[in-house]
Structure formats: structure tokens, C-alpha cells
């Protein structure tokens, strides 16, 4: 059975024997994007060479990617560009909401929080040395904890260890109600749950395109100002990309008018390349009914683990639309099993210090891969498959 008219896996490489439960964190290689990168490395850069950057457009890759984000993150074209990593343009989002609210100084996040954000947070603050504070609150006490010496609520919608979703609009509104500046990391909510980012009225948003948009690794981030916004705030990082007039090389920093004051240097033309090619895939995509599929495919794989599997422990929030794309199980074997799953073709990942994860992407993944996953799940833990010395823990990626 096939999660519907979201459905195109044939656009994917997904290799033989493989169910991959992993799109939340690296997306799979589209056909189209593998395609794109050769004729880019092969005809743009090899045979146009630097004639490229206006022949083939390389220079207004940013803005034009950006705007295929915001197609999908309900944010109107001109409000996003492309460039540089997450951990970045979260930085740039932080420093420009700081400059904007100069008396306050705590700016507020929450455990769920990936630690490169709440990173960038505390580096700032130590390189502005002004008394900012990072306020690190439980993901339930956002709301309350958002007063008025809050200058930026800093927030990822989707939790990366439990899948708990924040609500947008509500926090945003909070946020507002007390004077602060809204910055959301979309990371693992674009292309996974239905975003609106004009409705919500946040300042700020982030993401990154390696997961659910399959950019591939290294794939640039996006950063949304709000329109009303952009001609004032302050990009922080004043490369020359964002200058207003980049080639006419001026002495002094002059930031442009509109979104690409945001840029901070040259592009990643090669996977910009890619990133536009698999943004194809989401033209006659639903989101609504992205979600719908994520959720049907969910709800599945959490009954049928349960089910079979009575020792693993649903972390993530029960009511699915309280969560992101994405299951976690707690157990406490949980690293080797993920392994023994990966081995067994069922591609997950663990995050410590017990938490089994797995990510539902319906672009590529049906009712059928779900079942078979959680057979496998199943035979892993009740044969106690993960218990093998060569399973133990190790510091690594999944
Ligand atoms: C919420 C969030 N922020 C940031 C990052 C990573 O940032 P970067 O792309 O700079 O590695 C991730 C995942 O890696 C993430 O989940
Ligand atoms: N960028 C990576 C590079 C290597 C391994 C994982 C990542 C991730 O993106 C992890 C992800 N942010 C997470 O939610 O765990």
C-alpha cells in the first residue's frame, strides 16, 4: 500500500534491502539532484568556467533556491536565502534579534534544543560581552518562561531527540506579547510538517536542506527575514556577498537592500545545484497531505513496535499532532540495537543516552516498508540480536 499522492520513491536512490528511517537527519539521494551535480561540474564549471557565475546564473542561486524554500514554509518570495551552514545563519538570526532589542538581555531556549544552537548562543554572547544570558527552559515552560526581559525566544519547532512539536503561532504570539524577537529552526520541519511562516509573524527562521529537502550533507541553510524587516536589520556577518554592490568592491561595508544582505560569502554553486534539482520534487506536493501520510505511517510504526516489542518506550509525545516526523523509543540497549538494525538493513539512529530514532518521510517510505521495519525491530529485540560484541558503543553518527 503507498502513503498516497505523495508518494515517489522512484525518484530516489534507496539502495536494495535498505527501509530508511533516516531522512531526518541526511535525505537520500534524488535521481534528478545526482543528474544536475554532473552537468554542473561537467558543463557550467568546466566548460564555462568563470563566465559561469553570469552565464549560468550562479550569482542569483541563493535567492532563487531560497525562494523554492519558501514556497514550502509559507513565506512569501524575496524573504529567504541560501548559504552557509545552520549553525551560522542561526548566529546571524541571534546577533541581528539582539541588535534589535539593545535593554534586554536574556535570550531564551529550551532543552530540546540541538546543542549547536544553544552553542552559537553562548559564543555570541561571549564575543558581545554585553551581559547577554542564554535561559535554557524544559520544552512545556517556554510559554510561561517568555517575559519582558526576554529580548529573542530562540526555539527548533521539532525536537531532535523526542519529535515534540512547538506551536508556532502560540509561541511566536507570546513572544510578541512580551516584546521579544521570534527565531525558529526549522531544521526538522521543512519538507516534514506544514510550516506558515508569514501567518506566525516570527522575525527569524532557519533551516537546513540536508534532511527532510535531501540536499545532500553539506547542503547550504536558509535564513527568512520578515519583509518589514530586511531593509533594517543588522546581517552581523559583513561578508561581501551581501554587500549592496559586491562588485563594485567599496572600502566600507554597505549591507543590500533586501534579503541578500544576508549572504556572507561565495556560494556552494555544486550543491546549490543539487539542492535546486531535488527541490523538483516537491512541485504538486501537498504539505497537508505530507502530513497525513507522516502521521499514517507513524501511528502504524508505533502500534506495531509496541505491539511486539513491550521492553522499547515511546518518547515521543503519543498524540501525533503534538510531534514532528519523526518516533523515539527508549531502550536501554538502544545503541547496539540500532546497529543491529542498520545491519539488518532498517536504517535508523540512536541519540544518547538510550534513544532509538526514526524518521518518517512518505515521499519515499509506505505502509509496507513500516511493517517490515518493525518485523525487524521485533526479531532484533526479542532474539536479543543487539546483544554481539560488535554492537558496543562507540562515539559515531547513528
Ligand atoms: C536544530 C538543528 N540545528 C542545527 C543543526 C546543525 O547545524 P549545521 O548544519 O551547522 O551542522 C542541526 C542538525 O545537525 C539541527 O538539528
Ligand atoms: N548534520 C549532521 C552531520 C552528521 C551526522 C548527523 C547530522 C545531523 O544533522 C544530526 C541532526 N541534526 C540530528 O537531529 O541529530
Not at 544570558?133 to 517556554?142: N, Y
Amino acid at each position: 500500500m503507498k502513503s498516497g499522492a505523495v508518494f515517489r520513491k522512484e525518484q530516489f536512490v534507496i539502495p536494495s534491502g535498505v527501509i530508511y528511517l533516516d531522512g531526518n537527519s541526511l535525505g537520500p539521494l534524488p535521481r534528478i539532484a545526482s543528474r544536475r551535480i554532473t552537468e554542473v561540474v561537467e558543463r557550467e564549471w568546466g566548460q564555462a568556467l568563470i563566465r559561469a557565475w553570469n552565464e549560468c546564473a550562479w550569482m542569483e542561486q541563493p535567492a532563487r533556491v531560497g525562494d523554492l524554500i519558501a514556497k514550502l514554509v509559507g513565506a512569501p518570495g524575496g524573504s529567504i536565502v541560501m548559504g552557509d551552514t545552520l549553525s551560522i545563519k542561526v548566529y546571524q538570526a541571534l546577533a541581528s534579534a539582539l541588535q534589535m532589542r539593545p535593554d534586554r538581555k536574556i535570550i531564551l531556549s529550551d532543552s530540546g534544543n540541538f546543542p549547536t544552537d544553544l552553542y552559537m548562543a553562548q559564543g555570541l554572547i561571549e564575543s558581545l560581552d554585553k551581559g547577554h544570558e542564554l535561559r535554557i527552559v524544559a520544552p512545556e515552560a517556554v510559554e510561561r518562561s517568555i517575559d519582558e526581559t526576554v529580548a529573542a525566544v530562540m526555539i527548533t519547532q521539532v525536537d531532535y531527540r523526542t519529535g515534540r512539536l512547538h506551536e508556532m503561532n502560540r509561541i511566536t504570539s507570546a513572544a510578541h506579547d512580551a516584546g521579544a524577537v521570534m527565531i525558529w529552526d526549522l531544521a526538522h520541519s521543512a519538507g516534514a510538517v506544514p510550516v506558515q511562516l508569514t501567518d506566525s509573524g516570527c522575525e527569524f527562521a532557519v533551516g537546513c536542506t540536508y534532511k527532510y529537502l535531501n540536499g545532500g550533507p553539506g547542503a547550504p541553510a536558509f535564513i527568512y527575514v520578515r519583509p518589514d524587516l530586511v531593509e533594517t536589520v543588522r546581517p552581523a556577518l559583513a561578508g561581501w556577498m551581501g554587500h549592496d554592490v559586491p562588485f563594485a568592491f567599496d572600502r566600507d561595508y554597505r549591507p543590500a537592500n533586501s534579503i541578500e544582505r544576508m549572504r556572507v560569502g561565495t556560494p556552494p554553486i555544486i550543491q546549490l545545484s543539487a539542492l535546486e534539482a531535488a527541490m523538483q520534487i516537491w512541485n504538486g506536493v501537498d504539505m497537508g497531505d505530507v502530513r497525513a501520510a507522516s502521521i499514517e505511517l507513524s501511528e502504524r510504526f508505533i502500534a506495531e513496535v509496541e505491539k511486539r516489542c513491550p521492553a522499547l518506550h515511546l518518547v515521543s509525545p503519543r498524540d501525533p499532532a503534538a510531534r514532528g516526523s519523526q518516533v523515539s523509543f527508549r531502550f536501554e540497549h538502544g545503541y547496539a540495537a540500532m546497529q543491529a538494525l542498520i545491519d539488518r538493513g532498517v536504517i535508523g539512529d540512536f541519540r544518547a543516552p538510550d534513544i532509538m530514532r526514526f524518521g518518517f518521510t512518505p515521499l519515499y517510505l509506505d505502509t509496507g516498508d513500516i511493517v517490515t521495519a518493525a518485523e525487524v525491530v521485533e526479531d532484533v529485540i526479542l532474539n536479543r540480536l543487539w546483544d554481539n560484541p560488535r554492537y558496543k558503543q562507540v562515539n559515531s553518527v547513528t
